[in-house]
């Protein structure tokens, strides 16, 4: 059954927007991630316009962090006041994010910055979990079940002033690597249409120690908060926000996340992290056959409005 | 699933007097002005009828053939950018640009056989059906490559199917009855679209008339549609609203 999306202006298959939702969904409650990364290229590749894919997928990405951070809420696992920090830089960055967006869309060279950003966030992130991963594996078939290395108490982040007290985290840090983790993942969630929860959380944990107890819970809180920033940002900018496809991606992705969870629950943690690491090497790949090969077609052609032509 | 929908011109051609053969003026009427895309528009297949008759105070109660058709089909007027990508650095980028103003969004060209056959060149240059795509031509902003880029438009609009000459998209089905087969794609652009019609006889322009017609988003579509453009910024809020909600039914649907 075709439905026609309004913004992005094509028909596609209903059952393959809600089966890529699902899909994506699935995968991300498995890895406990919130899988824009994997969404936005997917759409792109079926041939949605990467600003409607970028826009519409950031609107799928806080339906499906919605149903995490409330249950996190409920166990009370989330940090509010280094959340509040983190939202509000977040916000920021975002809004510089939506604007470099606009900038680069009407400079033709949207396009080009999402693979490049793709290719450099998905190949060296991909990169450092396939080796994690490897190592740990291999030690499990070693038989030496060696205990993650915990984070120390302080490095030099915690050195910097203007300090402030997170209670929740058991936190005293200064407020300046806090917001510029904030910030920057505002940014690149706002322009590449990924939540950058596989970022924030390490971030958060290698950089500012934050307990691992908390860090998902407070990590969902920012990347529904940029999302949802970015998601008014791209409507009132580009326009490029695709109400419908971004239902139908998020109720396939609500519900696959769902049986991902049930399914990453009884798959050891290091197996997971290999997998996800194999798959976000993949999208990493695919983009770079769009920057180093021949493209079939050098001439492209889009509508651009009149107030991009007077800039 | 392609629908097919057809609109009806009535062509009501009045033949003032014998001795003015060539002299002749038209009214006609359209039963149908709009196009509506609505959920499962999949483009379509507009079927769009026409007559020629004679005029109610002509001697002549008929009207004499043959007659040839060419109508251009004309979509609402938008801005274009053609983008031409190369190699640098190692990697391919979009690297010239050139923006064409007013460019027609939709544009073909249906005949009911080529138009060489019906008239000569001049006649057709005169009015403006030859060379075909010419209007795109001089709307272009810009030197250098110009008529490359001219060109490589043409050729991306027509793979969109936005652009088209079909030599066989007026078909008569009596001496006096025709139809015009027209392809809309699913992206068709929305807007006032023009359909000019010339009617031939004997290698000669002897009628051209103007009609109107829309396509235009319905129900939802059209909602959303205006709402993305008029109110960005509820329509912004209504997103999120709505993934917020689905996100909390989903996690109390499953209780995660």
């Known amino acids: ?311 | 699933m392609r629908a097919i929908k057809s609109i009806i011109f009535a062509f009501l051609l009045f033949g003032f007097s014998s001795n003015m053969a060539l002299s002749q003026r038209t009214i006609s009427a359209l039963s149908d002005r709009e196009i509506l895309i609505d959920q499962g528009f999949t483009g379509e297949t507009l079927t769009i009828f026409g007559n020629i008759e004679p005029d109610i105070g002509a001697k002549k109660q008929y009207v004499e053939g043959p007659f040839s058709i060419a109508v251009i089909i004309q979509g609402p007027a938008i801005n274009r950018v053609v983008r031409k990508k190369t190699y640098n650095f190692g990697i391919w980028l979009n690297s010239e640009q050139l923006i064409f103003e007013k460019l027609p969004s939709y544009y073909w060209l249906l005949s009911s056989e080529k138009p060489e056959n019906f008239a000569s060149s001049e006649i057709l240059a005169e009015a403006g059906l030859l060379p075909i795509m010419q209007p795109l031509v001089a709307s272009t902003k810009g030197e250098g490559e110009q008529k490359i880029f001219s060109n490589e438009l043409v050729r991306l609009m027509k793979e969109k199917g936005l652009f088209g000459i079909n030599e066989n998209g007026v078909k008569f089905h009596s001496n006096s009855l025709y139809s015009i087969n027209l392809e809309l794609p699913s992206d068709v652009p929305v807007g006032s679209f023009l359909a000019t019609t010339y009617l031939f006889k004997g290698g000669e322009i002897i009628h051209k008339r103007s009609e109107g017609f829309s396509v235009r988003k319905t129900g939802f579509e059209r909602l959303l549609g205006t709402s993305a453009k008029k109110s960005p910024f509820l329509y912004g809020v209504f997103t999120v609203l709505l993934a917020l909600f689905t996100g909390w039914l989903g996690g109390v649907a499953f209780r995660r």
């Open chain 1, 1 to 311: 059954m075709q439905i026609y999306l309004p913004i992005a202006e094509l028909s596609l298959n209903i059952f393959f927007l809600i089966g890529i939702g699902g899909a994506v969904g699935f995968l991300s409650g498995m890895f406990g991630v919130g899988g824009g990364f994997l969404l936005t290229p997917l759409l792109i590749f079926s041939g949605i316009p990467a600003p409607v894919a970028v826009a519409s997928v950031s609107g799928q990405v806080v339906a499906a962090s919605t149903s995490g951070a409330l249950s996190y809420m409920r166990r009370n696992l989330i940090d509010f006041h280094l959340a509040l920090y983190l939202v509000l830089s977040g916000v920021i960055g975002a809004f510089l994010g939506v604007y470099t967006f606009s900038a680069l869309r009407n400079a033709g060279q949207i396009d080009l910055v999402i693979s490049v950003g793709y290719l450099v966030f998905l190949g060296f992130i991909g990169l450092i979990m396939l080796n994690e991963a490897i190592r740990s594996l291999w030690r499990h078939k070693m038989g030496k079940d060696l205990p993650m290395k915990l984070p120390g108490q302080h490095n030099w982040v915690h050195g910097l002033p203007l300090r402030i007290r997170f209670k929740r985290s058991n936190l005293y840090v200064s407020v300046i690597p806090v917001l510029i983790i904030g910030s920057s993942i505002g940014f690149l969630g706002a322009l590449l249409g990924i939540g950058g929860g596989f970022i924030l959380v390490p971030a958060l944990i290698y950089i500012l120690r934050v307990p691992g107890s908390v860090v998902i819970g407070t990590a969902l809180v920012q990347v529904i908060a940029i999302m949802a920033a970015s998601v008014i940002l791209h409507a009132m900018n580009n326009y490029s926000v695709d109400v419908l496809l971004a239902f139908c991606l998020m109720v396939g992705g609500v519900v696959g996340a769902q049986f991902g969870a049930s399914v990453g629950k009884i798959m050891r943690g290091d197996q997971l992290r290999a997998m996800l690491a194999l798959i976000v090497l993949a999208v990493a790949i695919r983009f770079a056959f769009l920057l180093f090969f021949t493209p079939e077609d050098i001439f492209s052609t889009s509508i651009i409005s009149l107030s991009e032509l007077v800039k």
